[in-house]
């Protein structure tokens, strides 16, 4: 059995771990079955968001006439954009491998894992065990029991990355972030877009005005069922049918050319046997860490998606610094996610961090309530955003307790609001206090605040 000083279980983020480990002079192995850069480079946030981009550019052609400007969209070369993209992930995941494996004190193993001991794995047909283990399996998409969906070619969204096909007809099931942005991919791209989702508003974790006001946007795009529980799939000659059924109302059924579903993720636990190791799972399957992202197994530490704190890219890369600090160097210095934030990269974009108005209401917490429509602002006007605004909720006192956007670059202005929360006071002050380039949107943020006031 080959023995380690580190063994980093996943090549999406724990890569980053595994080569910090090297760095230090410690011999390190790194396991992981697919491409390196796990999730996000390969199947996620970067191919999806340029992918993505391409929507964006197209949505801007076909609106440029409500500048007085004659545009037309001629042409899709739909399989072109695909392979463009997903042949420059490819290129990165490789690029990425090759630093890998030419670290001294790196050793790379392309095979599944699974403990079978105390920081003890089986990998392939070999043993391998570390002083310390680091786990960072990531998730995948989770597929709900519905009835005939083993028996039909259905996408998940990592499939819906790569077709080289585009369809005529989608059907989506689910109503979250991965739902939004696939369809409005898809609709912006020439395909007719039918999205069903279960609760009664897309984007459901959002603040309630920001999910309302998306939802009313979404169904100008696309066909939208909210409400709709998904509970049986059938295919026939290449065609899927989805029949879906409410609380209230008469069940309904869509038929797509392909149906895509993105009803969440489940993390890869289920392969990794992490009980053999002494390691604690909570009800949904994700490990469980204290303040330090160590396990209840001594000397095994866990990140990313696979605990389940915030399933985001930055989010694992955060946590990365801790797992450095305290599995590597030995410190003791607990998690500060203080400022994290999220982004949909839909048309309109929405972005927050912190509470969302229910959560405070259902706290009895007391909270005040500033506003700013971008319509409210030179650059908002200027831009014809009709939907967008922000919206940020601050105690009595100014601290702020969240912010939330729905708009043009909602993804950017944000990070105002972030600086504020992680680097100054945390106050209303701290964007009030500082003056903004006029006419720039970033105003719509700096009216919002000052409503607050």
Not at 240 to 261: F, K, N, R, S
Not at 430 to 446: A, E, N, Q, Y
């Amino acid at each position: 059995m080959e023995e380690f000083d580190v063994v980093v279980i996943g090549g999406g983020t724990g890569n980053k771990v595994a080569l910090a480990a090297a760095d230090r002079g410690l011999d390190a192995a790194l396991v992981e079955r697919g491409p390196i850069g796990g999730t996000c480079v390969n199947r996620g946030c970067n191919p999806s968001k340029t992918l993505i981009h391409r929507a964006d550019v197209a949505e801007t052609v076909r609106g440029a006439g409500e500048f007085g400007l004659d545009a037309e969209l001629d042409r899709i070369d739909f399989p072109r954009i695909v392979h463009e993209v997903t042949d420059a992930m490819a290129v990165k995941s490789d690029r990425m491998e090759r630093a890998v494996r030419e670290r001294e004190n790196v050793t790379l193993f392309r095979d599944d894992a699974r403990f079978v001991g105390e920081r003890t794995l089986e990998v392939g047909d070999e043993r391998i065990r570390g002083e310390k283990v680091v786990v960072a399996v990531g998730a995948r998409p989770a597929i709900p029991p519905i009835d005939g969906i083993e028996d039909v070619d259905y996408l998940t969204s990592t499939d819906a990355l790569r077709l080289d096909r585009r369809p005529d007809r989608l059907v989506v099931i689910g109503g979250g972030y991965i739902a939004a942005e696939l369809g409005y991919f898809y609709e912006a791209l020439g395909t007719a877009v039918t999205i069903i989702g279960r609760n009664d508003v897309l984007v459901p974790t959002e603040d309630r005005e920001i999910a309302e006001t998306f939802t009313e946007v979404a169904r100008r795009r696309h066909t939208v069922h909210v409400g709709y529980e998904a509970t049986a799939v059938t295919q026939e000659d290449g065609r899927v049918t989805v029949t879906a059924t409410a609380d209230e109302g008469e069940p309904i059924a869509v038929t797509a050319d392909e149906v895509l579903v993105a009803t969440g993720r489940r993390p890869n636990t289920d392969r990794l046997d992490p009980e053999a190791a002494g390691i604690e799972l909570d009800d949904g399957g994700y490990i469980e860490t204290d303040e330090y992202l160590e396990t209840s197994a001594e000397n095994v530490w866990a990140h990313g998606d696979v605990i389940g704190t915030y399933q985001f890219k930055h989010a694992a890369d955060h946590e990365v610094e801790y797992v450095v600090k305290n599995a590597l160097d030995g410190e003791d210095e607990a998690v500060d996610y203080t400022g994290m934030g999220h982004a949909i990269f839909t048309s309109p974009q929405v972005a927050g961090t912190g509470r969302t108005e229910e959560e405070l209401r259902d706290d009895g917490r007391e909270y005040l309530v500033g506003r700013c429509a971008y319509g409210e602002t030179v650059m908002g006007n200027t831009l014809k955003d009709r939907d967008g605004f922000v919206k940020v909720l601050a105690d009595p006192d100014g601290e702020i307790l969240g912010c939330h956007i729905i708009g043009t670059d909602a993804s950017t202005l944000i990070h105002e609001v972030l600086l504020a929360l992680a680097s100054g006071s945390g106050t209303v002050g701290d964007v009030t206090g500082t003056i903004h380039i006029h006419p720039s949107l970033s105003k719509v943020i700096l009216k919002a605040f000052e409503d607050v006031e």
